[in-house]
């Protein structure tokens, strides 16, 4: 059996996002091309969403579309997202790097822990 969208759910975290991100519903609606009254239908659940309109959304408000058809926690930061979607494509070798730059910076800042990635502990 498919599960159904909840999309009254769906329309009130990205009303929060939206909130969040002090956007109007109309700077919203620019943002991803669509009118205000199809975004204020949107965020009360009215109105089917289709895939672009959400995954547009999605982006504009710094998160995934995960986030906001399931109900996911929304709490992390937009900074994160931008950069998991900057990690999504590095390679493992480039990963590693990263991991050790930042251990190597939080260790001089007095704020390191201990992260290891794939087994190997960051020098």
Do not use: F, W
Request: charge should be neutral; hydrophobic fraction near 45%.
């Amino acid at each position: 059996m498919a599960a159904s969208l909840d999309y009254q759910a769906i329309g009130e975290r990205i009303r929060r996002l939206r909130k969040q991100a002090n956007l109007t519903q109309a700077a919203l609606a620019e943002m991803v091309d669509i009118g205000s009254r199809h975004m204020s239908k949107i965020e009360t659940g009215s109105c089917l969403l289709s895939l672009p309109c959400l995954v547009n959304l999605a982006s504009a408000l710094h998160t995934t579309a995960d986030t906001l058809l399931m109900d996911a926690p929304i709490d992390k930061p937009p900074l994160l997202i931008d950069a998991e979607r900057a990690l999504a494509d590095c390679s493992s070798a480039e990963l590693l790097a990263i991991l050790r730059t930042i251990t190597a910076l939080k260790k001089s800042r007095g704020i390191a822990g201990g992260i290891t990635y794939a087994g190997i502990a960051p020098c």
